[in-house]
């Protein structure tokens, strides 16, 4: 399984080949539509990554990815070019930077997340809030920032109709 920080720097770097300005917040409802769209064609049973997703008050985020990219506050996300990940060397476990490339997530996986994102990059981050505001997995814990739990997305996108919001088409409430 993906990590949410991969998926995220895949999501950065195919945002700025395609064009469309790509911010934290709009990168967190984009992930939050990637979970959807792996929950609803595995009938719940396969998420796109480990990381659970909470409800803030602009929506659904995954609060590591939300930190990792604090930094350029509400700018533009430039290409990532490296994830920092845990590696053994000279006897010890230590933080490195290492090259990220697209062919780190699996092809399968990236058919899908492309989809999700040629849908939904036409979009800017405060549209995508005000959708997710409209769907229940967020509605039903927005109160106390709590966890958007998979069985909650899976079970509102598998609903007649709704499946489509995940590739951009907004015309069923």
């Known amino acids: 399984m993906n990590k949410a920080i991969e998926i995220s ?12 300005d790509i911010t934290n917040l709009k990168l ?7 979970q959807a769209a792996f929950l609803l064609l595995s009938e719940g049973k396969e998420p796109c990554f480990s990381d659970k997703i909470v409800a803030w008050l602009h929506g659904p985020v995954v609060e590591n990815v939300y930190y990792e990219y604090s930094k350029y506050r509400g700018e533009h996300i ?19 930077d290492i090259p990220f490339y697209a062919d780190d997530i699996p092809e399968k996986d990236r058919i899908i997340i492309d989809r999700v994102l040629d849908g939904l990059l036409k979009y800017d981050a405060w549209e995508l809030v005000r959708r997710t505001h409209e769907e229940q997995p967020w509605i039903q814990v927005k109160e106390t920032n709590g ?14 109709g709704r499946g489509k919001r995940i590739y951009g088409d907004f015309t069923e409430g």
């Open 9 to 20: 720097k895949y999501i950065v770097n195919y945002a700025n080949e395609k064009g469309p």
């Open 28 to 34: 967190q409802k984009l992930l939050y539509y990637v």
């Open 78 to 96: 430039p290409k990532q070019e490296s994830v920092r990940k845990i590696v053994y060397k000279n006897g010890k476990f230590d933080f490195d």
């Open 147 to 160: 966890e958007i739990g998979r069985d909650s997305i899976y079970s509102y996108f598998k609903e007649a």
